[in-house]
Every structure is written in C-alpha cells, then in structure tokens.
C-alpha cells in the first residue's frame, strides 16, 4: 500500500510516499524518518516515540492523530495521507 507523506518543513531526504505492506501513522513515520540525517532528533528508534512530544502535529488524512482512538498506533491504509509538521512557538 502506499501512504503520502506530507509536511511543510523542507527535508530533502523525506519521501513524498511510503510503500508498506501494513501499518500504524507510527510506523509510517520511522520509516519515513529513517533516511534522514536528524532522525534520532526527532523518534526514539528503539521505541517509536516521538521526542518532544508536544512539538509536533501529525495527521492522518487531516485529523490529528491526538483525537484518534490509537493517537500514533492508529493503523493505515491504502492512500492515507500522513502530515507531519513543526508547531511553531510563541513568545515575544
């Protein structure tokens, strides 16, 4: 099955799509991020958790994964979109 990979961060390394037999948004995620040079910054790949937890927005299909029943465990399937994005913070 083929998932697309959305984000808004520039990444060269990240693949617009993933191909995977099956899957969770987290699984999609550490094959995604896997490649890249800064992927221990961003997913502990000993246990799929994502670091800074809080700094994140990801989606599936446009709905946060936060108000899904499995959040980042929810499963995937054949042309989801998964979108991956930095939450900017505030201050002044």
């Known amino acids: 099955m083929k998932i697309a990979l959305k984000t808004i961060i520039r990444i ?4 617009a799509e993933i191909d995977m037999e099956e899957g969770t948004i987290r699984d999609v ?3 995604a991020f896997v490649s890249t040079h800064f992927a221990g910054e961003i997913i502990e790949t000993e246990t799929g958790a994502l670091k800074q937890d809080g700094l994140w927005d990801i989606r599936l299909n446009d709905v946060p994964c936060y108000s899904l029943p499995q959040d ?3 499963p995937v399937h054949d042309g989801d979109t998964v979108s991956f994005s930095f939450l900017p913070l505030g201050g002044g």
């Not at 060269?12 to 693949?15: A, Y």
Request: glycine share 0%; net charge negative.
């Open 72 to 74: 980042l465990d929810s």
């Open 12 to 15: 060269p390394e990240l693949p």
């Open 29 to 31: 995620l550490m094959k």
